[in-house]
């Protein structure tokens, strides 16, 4: 699934202008990637949502996706005009205990402890195809985790796509078959 991106330069441009590094947050040795700034940029915004969304085209730029997935909380913010912009679906992947209805869910290691997200069983039908989004891929746990509560819904995670990677994390390899598009990489 390859649509026309904006200018590869343009992107890097918007995203280290307008993502800021936060040294220490929220612990000591992390350097947090603030997106605050190009979220109150209109025209920032505007070039990553839609970029975001080619993810979710074919060649022919037609949406290929039934349903697109945001990772509480960032993700959410990504996702839904993503959703909107394809004329698909929003779901969402949240941590534990907060969606009312029956779930599936998946625990995941963290640097330090483990984690849980969960997805609404109905929220995407089995044989729907799937475009999974958050804001910053790091060492790949979260989206892994989110790619594992499509899989449990019987989706088809058709491609992810996320703002910012950090590279020398080495996420990317130990992603499953789907696409990754990232929009900028550090
Ligand atoms: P990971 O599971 O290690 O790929 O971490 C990705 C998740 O943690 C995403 O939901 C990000 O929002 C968040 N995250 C991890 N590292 C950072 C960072 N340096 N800056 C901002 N968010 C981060």
Redesign the pocket.
């Given at each position: 699934m390859t649509a026309p991106l904006p200018e590869r330069a343009a992107l890097d441009d918007v995203l280290s202008r307008l993502v800021r590094d936060i040294p220490d947050f929220p612990k000591p040795g992390?350097?947090?990637?603030?997106?605050s700034p190009l979220l109150a940029d209109h025209d920032g915004l505007t070039t990553v949502v839609h970029a975001l969304a080619s993810a979710g085209r074919d060649a022919e730029g037609r949406t290929a996706v039934d349903k697109v997935v945001g990772?509480?909380?960032?993700?959410f913010i990504l996702a839904a005009p993503v959703a909107l912009a394809l004329g698909a679906g929003f779901v969402p992947v949240r941590k534990a205990g907060k969606l009312p209805g029956p779930v599936h869910r998946v625990s995941?290691a963290?640097?330090y402890g483990e984690?849980v997200l969960e997805v609404h069983e109905d929220a995407v039908a089995p044989g729907e195809r799937v475009l999974v989004i958050?804001?910053?891929?790091?060492?790949?746990?979260?989206?892994?985790?989110a790619v594992e509560l499509v899989g449990s819904c019987g989706g088809e995670v058709a491609a992810i796509a996320v703002l910012?990677e950090?590279g020398f994390?080495g996420?990317r390899e130990h992603l499953g078959a789907a696409p990754l598009l990232a929009l900028h990489t550090v």
């Open positions: 992390v350097m947090f990637k603030d997106i990772i509480e909380a960032r993700g995941y963290l640097e984690a958050d804001d910053v891929l790091a060492t790949g746990g979260t989206v892994n985790a910012l950090l994390l996420g």
